[in-house]
């Protein structure tokens, strides 16, 4: 890692250097900013719409007949928009981020006016309400500039949404917990549809991974969900990204160029044709430390991560037919590593391994929307996706004889359609329908070495699909400016168990006052869980699992209150319940397993698992607080706190304490921003983020059945009445933006974990010493990252 630095830094200095070098005209430093204005209930673009800088005098303009507009010759720096409409609610977007190097896009949605309400005051970045109309409680919107901002974040949404009210981080990887539920029960969607995780070297059924496949220079303004979600949302019991691309330039080509610790990559983007609406954007990035490694650098003994990903986002309007669009999000990887042949080097047993990893995901979807009118338009969906794995791991003796240990392949794919319906009945009701169907496929193979029968042994081994059905209808109505209510219904069909859900949702917004907002919101919920979990051996009988097996069952009800302050600051608390039911346990009575502890299909290479059954429950509930300011006068912060507890029942009926039940979390997010350089045209920033959060639940280990067994064995009784160590970890970052005439330059230092603390999940037994010890996250993790723009 000293080789990568050394070679950075030197890069960073001739780079800046260069720049300090360019031509003195500052006065010149401009950009345009651009954007569409739409119906936030019709998506209907709203022409006429008046567009104000407030903060220099003279600059205006007025949405076309397509609702975009363009505001030409805005010096850099930050700035506040004031946008109003005649009917519409006027809303005023403040700190708007202004470089040379490309053009700001700022999109907003406009919800028609009361007569009782005057002005909206809402930050561009940082504590809006979800874009969701339906959206009634326990959401919030983000964008990229807030991704790439918070410390640790590195560009991730994920690592990002850690810092939330909540949500706990899930380790130093970014798996995040959801309000006490497992990491694998995060959904993913994209442009409105589920897709595969999008992030590398994540384990087969898990929701997170070591580096995110998503690129923020392509995202546009997302939501993020902790529960209580809308009905037109299936398949998901906790938290979800629901993630949005923007759309490419289309008066001129753009380009960002990047390089870092975590690779190098390029985004383009643009019209087709020039005078045309369509565009395209693209984005693509080689991971940096494989580079260096085919270079000649000597980078690791033990294997360098290898991956590459790739975004895109093809938009194409017509005339009468509506606008169609082709987006995706893929990547592929892997890892080899070959043992060291003297085993006096060997100090654990991996040192003695030849391990080989492969992988690559893809989701890929194509869109349409045809908004007919101001009342009605429809959204279809057609999307594949799928993911490969294969992984082979050779152990040497010391003589240098190979034996498998590991030898596992899985292939999955899916083949998504999802239309929706939208019609505003009046201007009190808008009335939104749908249907979800998936086809999955699945073809998964595992074989693993047990010691206890001295011989490999298949515990997976199948081939099929499979199929899920969904149907939605909700409707929202407005009494006035005050109160508004969200009813729906949803139906789920999964055709491996032949059973089918009626879920009810609703949700109601009560507006106090100006400042003051009262939520209540609730309902039934379902989430299939990681199909291998479907077909996987019980290695006690070497009987299948039951493929009858239904999806898990979610109850919510969440309450909120919100309060805003003047200089934009916003309280805000929410308490929640949630009970879950169907929940797959072992059909071992003494055997507590339950896939509420589980974060991925890890489990299933256990000797002591067995047939899973319908029978387990679970229980989360819990308060959280947030206080949180918004990018001001060149400062922001966000303070969180949530106090929950997370337990389960399996087939026992006992109640136990789920791993995931830390008890309680506090976050502190912090930044200041200072204008630099000779003409005060540059930014200079400083971020921090400290979390405080309980230690993870574990299980007694029983060492002498583990040492015959050669693995992990708990003592069932004491399941997770163990806790670890206060998961404590303090993030920083530094950005130096640097803008000159038609190009920016951005200087970022993002390092997790700065004060390089040992975090543990507790104690496990580790093979290799044949011992008990504690299980160690990793420790610091800095990331140094050069990007341009032009």
């Known amino acids: 890692m000293k080789k990568i630095y050394c070679l950075t830094f030197l890069l960073l200095n001739v780079l800046l250097f260069e720049v300090n070098a360019q031509d003195k005209g500052w006065n010149s430093y401009t950009q345009t900013i651009r954007g569409t204005v739409s119906d936030k209930a019709s998506g209907r673009a709203i022409p006429g719409v008046t567009i104000t800088l407030t903060d220099l005098e003279g600059i205006h303009t007025t949405t076309d007949l397509q609702g975009n507009y363009r505001l030409k010759k805005i010096p850099v720096g930050r700035h506040t928009l004031k946008l109003s409409g005649i009917g519409y609610q006027t809303i005023i977007l403040s700190d708007i981020l202004i470089t040379s190097g490309k053009e700001t896009e700022v999109n907003q949605e406009l919800e028609t006016k009361d007569e009782q309400l005057r002005e909206v005051t809402i930050s561009v970045a940082a504590g809006q309400r979800a874009s969701n109309l339906m959206a009634m409680s326990s959401s919030r919107s983000f964008s990229p500039e807030e991704t790439n901002r918070y410390a640790g974040a590195m560009f991730d949404p994920a690592r990002m949404a850690q810092s939330f009210a909540g949500v706990v981080a899930g380790g130093d990887d970014n798996e995040i917990i959801v309000r006490g539920n497992s990491p694998k029960s995060l959904q993913w969607r994209l442009e409105g549809i589920e897709i595969i995780n999008p992030n590398h070297f994540g384990n087969q059924g898990s929701a997170g991974g070591a580096v995110s496949m998503l690129n923020t220079t392509v995202l546009g303004k997302s939501d993020f969900y902790t529960g209580a979600l809308p009905a037109e949302y299936n398949n998901a019991t906790a938290g979800v990204f629901d993630l949005r691309f923007r759309k490419g330039n289309t008066d001129k080509r753009e380009y960002a160029f990047t390089i870092g610790v975590l690779g190098a990559g390029a985004t383009l983007e643009g019209p087709f044709k020039k005078g045309g609406s369509a565009s395209y954007l693209i984005s693509y990035r080689y991971s940096a430390l494989d580079m260096l490694q085919k270079m000649g650098l000597n980078i690791s003994s033990d294997g360098v991560p290898r991956y590459q990903d790739l975004s895109f986002n093809f938009v194409v309007p017509t005339k009468k037919a509506g606008t169609f669009s082709l987006f995706g999000i893929g990547g592929s990887g892997g890892l080899f590593n070959e043992a060291d042949r003297d085993f006096n080097k060997w100090e654990e047993r991996d040192d003695a391994q030849d391990i080989n990893l492969k992988y690559r995901a893809a989701s890929i979807g194509l869109k349409h929307v ?218 071992d009575s003494s055997n507590n397993f339950s896939l509420l502890n589980v974060s991925d ?55 136990f304490n789920t791993t995931f039940d830390t008890r309680y979390v506090g976050n502190l997010v912090a930044g200041k921003e200072w204008t630099a350089g000779k003409q005060r045209k540059n930014l200079f920033g400083l971020n921090g983020k400290l979390i405080y959060a309980g230690g993870r639940r574990y299980s007694p280990i029983l060492l002498e059945e583990s040492l015959r067994l050669d693995e992990q064995v708990i003592d069932q009784t004491k399941t997770n009445t163990l806790t670890a160590d206060p998961y404590i970890r303090m993030d920083f970052s530094a950005t130096y933006r640097i803008n000159r005439k038609r190009v920016s330059h951005a200087i970022i230092l993002d390092i997790q974990n700065l004060l390089n603390r040992e975090n543990n999940m507790g104690l496990y037994y580790n093979p290799s010493k044949r011992d008990v010890e504690l299980n160690k996250w990793i420790g610091i993790i800095p990331t140094l990252n050069y990007r341009i723009e032009l």
Do not use: C
Request: net charge positive.
């Open 370 to 587: 045809l908004i007919a009118n101001e009342r009605w338009s429809i959204h279809n969906i057609i999307s594949y996706s799928g993911d490969r794995s294969r992984l082979k791991v050779d152990t040497l003796n010391t003589t240098y004889l190979a034996g498998r240990t590991f030898d596992n392949q899985y292939d999955n794919s899916a083949v998504r359609y999802a239309g929706t319906l939208n019609y505003r009945w009046n201007e009190h009701n808008t009335l939104r329908a749908g249907v979800n169907g998936s086809l999955l496929g699945y073809n998964l193979r595992d074989l693993q070495y047990k010691e206890e029968h001295k011989r490999l042994e298949e515990i997976l081994n199948e081939k099929g699909n499979a199929g899920t059905f969904d149907a939605y209808i909700q409707n929202k109505h407005d009494f006035g400016s005050q109160l508004s209510l969200n009813t729906g219904v949803h139906t789920n069909y999964f055709n491996l168990s032949n059973s089918w859900s009626l879920e009810y949702r609703a949700g109601i917004n009560w507006k106090i006052s100006r400042d003051q907002l009262l939520t209540l919101a609730g309902g039934t919920y379902s989430r299939l869980e990681p199909i291998s979990y479907y077909f996987a051996k019980d290695n006690a009988a070497l009987n299948f699992s039951s493929s009858k097996l239904k999806p898990t069952k979610s109850e919510q009800i969440v309450m909120g209150y919100e309060k805003q302050f003047p200089n934009r600051l916003k309280f805000k608390t929410e308490v929640y319940y949630q009970y879950l039911s169907q929940v797959p346990v072992s059909i």
């Open 601 to 655: 299909n890890s489990a299933i290479g256990s000797s002591s698992y067995t047939a899973l059954v319908n029978k387990g429950t679970g229980k989360n509930y819990g308060l959280e607080l947030s206080l949180e300011k918004s990018m001001r006068n060149g400062y922001y912060f966000m303070l969180s706190s949530s106090l929950f507890r997370s337990t389960f029942k399996a087939l026992s009926g006992e109640e």
